[in-house]
């Protein structure tokens, strides 16, 4: 755990929030010296504090260093199976439709933007969905009432959404096409946690000289945690694990003598 030194704990509390690039609010400081002013300058001695964000929604996405329990992968069966469910109840092809494949890229994103908003009925929570193209990548925005819902506890529904969309988009397109679901401004919020936790975990792997594990996430994720680490040549990055399971490591660079 870092610890931060100061004149006062007041300054040491400043260091760390600089470090960290946290507010106060979103901290719990524990004093570990008050400090001593010290008599002309002799017995002096430092505040120290150590810093840990607070567990939150958002903040303890970006401060988890190592893998947790995976609810990406329930999600995804409870999502499949609840679709298999209705399928049967309703006679809708809500689950991943065989005979669909080899489908051109408009044809395959049509489907999938069907497929979507058949399960965000099923889930309570009925979307439009809004197709964006940007370079090489799809969007889908899914505009609800419920967005809690869709979204899920630290994104784990959104992310099981993520899932099982490229999955579909595998099976039925011709083409390997690269899509990302969205709701309101989570993804933009959740890039800003990614550049944040990929900066701390490059901190945490140099000064403890060990590897860290982080939470698995979708493959377009780990990406944009590679792609802030690529310039930091004191530490390498590469992932682990099959889908949906697999996950990040960020390791410090074998020096070269």
């Known amino acids: ?8 704990v007041e300054e040491a509390i400043a260091v760390g929030l600089r470090a960290l690039e946290v507010a106060r609010e979103e901290v719990e400081v524990n004093i570990l010296n008050e400090g001593k002013k010290g008599f002309l300058g002799l017995g ?3 505040a120290k504090v150590s810093i840990e964000p607070t567990v939150t929604e958002e903040i ?12 990406v992968a329930d999600e995804a069966v409870k999502l499949e199976e609840l679709t298999k469910e209705t399928d049967i109840k309703t006679n809708q092809t809500i689950a991943f439709p065989k ?14 933007a069907v497929y979507l908003t058949n399960i965000s009925k099923e889930l309570n929570a009925p979307a439009l969905v ?45 083409n390997k096409l690269s899509v990302v679901v969205n709701i309101g401004d989570y993804r933009e919020k959740r890039q800003a946690i990614l550049e944040r936790l990929a900066k701390r975990t490059a901190d945490k792997a140099k000064q403890t000289g ?47 003598f």
Not at 60 to 71: G, P, R
């Open 99 to 112: 005979v669909l494949e080899h489908l051109e890229d408009e044809a395959a994103i049509k489907e999938l």
């Open 44 to 46: 002096k001695q430092n």
């Open 210 to 256: 060990r590897p860290v594990f982080l939470e698995p996430m979708p493959a377009f994720e780990r990406k944009q945690i590679h792609s802030v680490l690529s310039k930091d040549e004191e530490v390498n990055t590469y992932s682990e694990g099959d889908e949906p399971y697999r996950y990040l490591v960020v390791e410090p660079a074998k020096r070269k």
């Open 60 to 71: 303890s996405e970006a401060i988890e260093a190592t893998v947790e329990d995976i609810v």
């Open 130 to 174: 809004r197709i964006e193209r940007l370079d090489n990548k799809i969007t889908f925005h899914l505009d609800t009432e419920k967005q809690g819902l869709l979204i899920g506890k630290h994104g784990k529904v959104l992310n099981a959404l993520q899932y099982l969309a490229q999955v579909f988009i595998h099976r039925v397109a011709d």
């Open 1 to 8: 755990m870092p610890i931060y030194e100061g004149n006062t």
